[in-house]
């Protein structure tokens, strides 16, 4: 029985050795139920509430597939990726300064240590992140400076692992999410991937970020999507 959960340092070890994975869309993402129709989703819900917008931050940005998508949707804008892996970074900024005449900043952190300051950002995304996020008061604080850091008008955009609120429908979740890996690959990577939830996530029910978004002053809450224990959703910041 896992009895700690991963430090900060063991996360950003495994991130570390994973960018080509994660560098591709076909396989970085495939882990996650409808992960690049939720990206889609997110893309395109993003440009249609913020049009104008033109500068984003990327918490948890990986290889920068998030940015990527918007920019297909918003070119041209300023991208702020912040991630715990310097060499996910390192193929982010790569990646995404190849498809935007605007700048291109990286910020290697923990989204809870990070300084993001105040109505910086038109868009915010964190993309398969949020998950790592341990107390109510880390999940409070995330929310708000995430708040802070965005203009008046402008959104942010969830794609994450999700808990159920009832145990036996979280059992269901699971054993139904257990089948789409085994359908992916095998049992044994079903079991692998089950094996690395249990000691490195945390996840909230949607409920639960909902509700914390509107605490903290979001607008315009809303689901785009949920599929099991995958889900995506936002809000707006009112002008």
């Known amino acids: 029985m896992v009895t700690a959960k991963s430090t900060v ?4 070890t495994r991130f570390d050795r994973d960018v080509e994975r994660f560098s591709n869309l076909d396989t970085g993402q495939a882990a996650m139920v409808d992960a690049l129709m939720m990206m ?6 993003a440009s249609l509430v913020t049009p104008g917008a033109r500068a984003v931050l990327d918490i948890g940005c990986g290889a920068g597939n998030y940015s990527l998508r918007l920019l297909e949707k918003l070119p041209g804008m300023d991208v702020t990726l912040l991630d715990l892996s310097k060499p996910m970074l390192g193929r982010a900024s790569q990646r995404v300064g190849e ?3 605007g700048r291109v900043v990286t910020l290697q952190a923990d989204v809870r240590e990070a300084e993001l300051g105040e109505a910086n950002y038109d868009i915010v995304v964190a993309a398969a992140v949020l998950h790592h996020l341990r107390s109510d008061d880390q999940w409070e604080a995330v929310f ?7 203009k008046p008008g402008g959104s942010f955009w969830i794609f994450d692992l999700v808990a159920q609120s009832h145990s036996k429908v979280q059992a269901m979740a699971m054993r139904r999410y257990g089948d789409y890996l085994v ?14 939830m249990e000691k490195e996530d945390t996840p909230k029910p949607v409920v639960y970020q909902l509700d914390l978004m509107r605490r903290v002053g979001f607008v315009d809450v809303d689901i785009l999507h949920k599929n099991g224990c995958g889900a995506s959703f936002g809000g707006v910041k009112a002008r």
């Open 144 to 150: 708000e400076k995430t708040y802070r850091c965005i």
């Open 99 to 101: 498809a935007t005449a």
């Open 9 to 12: 340092e063991e996360i950003r």
């Open 183 to 196: 359908s992916l690959r095998d049992a044994s990577y079903r079991d692998a991937v089950f094996d690395y």
């Open 40 to 45: 889609d989703l997110i893309a395109e819900a």
